[in-house]
């Protein structure tokens, strides 16, 4: 074997040898090769709107429908620019006196009610609803959840100024597997 020959096989041994120890993990091992990451998709947003706000108002609220992912999440924070709220809230409305647990009852008229001289008895009214400030709002795998009036909603208090119709805002959405999401939030009238 002559020098250059012999440098050659040297410098091609070291390439073999000193692969590994140059950072590639790369093994032999055929299940090693065939391992794939798959990353699961998160939620996606849809929807997103504010109901215009009057002058005098202080707070608002904003709706949006959640689709989700590959595995089950919660929605867990929202948040504006100070320039738009100085809080946010994820919050459901509830009959007023719901305890949580479907205890509820129904409220009624006291008194007998007079209509074109006939007399009726106490009648079974609606409860009235409130809103009240919820920790999470659960996003099941592959399913619709729609926050809209008179379900879950994200409360926007203090607001610096009036939400008005064609304005529009990012809302950064925080969930507890997804981590952030920003959408922005167009005012409207009323939902369509």
């Known amino acids: 074997m002559n020098a250059r ?15 590994p120890a140059c950072g590639d993990d790369t093994t032999s091992d055929s299940a090693a090769s065939e391992t794939t990451t ?5 939620p996606t947003i849809s929807g997103a709107w ?12 904003a709706y949006l429908a959640i689709t989700g992912g590959t595995s089950d999440d919660q929605l867990v924070a929202a948040s504006v620019d100070a320039t738009v709220a100085g809080k946010v809230e994820l919050h459901e409305t509830v ?4 305890s949580g647990d479907g205890s509820m009852g129904a409220t009624t008229m006291g008194a007998p009610t007079t209509v074109a001289g006939d007399t009726m008895t106490a009648t079974t009214l609606a ?3 409130e809103m009240r400030p919820v920790e999470a709002v659960e996003v099941p795998a592959g399913k619709k959840v729609e926050l809209k009036p008179g379900g879950y909603h994200i409360m926007l208090l203090d607001l610096v100024q009036p939400l008005v119709v064609g304005d529009s805002f990012d809302l950064t959405l925080t969930f507890a597997e997804a981590g952030e999401q920003v959408v922005t939030v167009e005012v409207r009238s009323e939902e369509h």
């Open 5 to 19: 020959s012999f440098a050659l096989a040297s410098v091609l041994t070291l390439a073999v040898l000193g692969a």
């Open 38 to 42: 798959t990353l699961a998709a998160g």
């Open 50 to 61: 504010a109901r215009n706000s009057p002058m005098e108002a202080t707070n608002g609220a």
């Open 95 to 98: 009959a007023a006196g719901d």
């Open 127 to 129: 409860p009235a609803m």
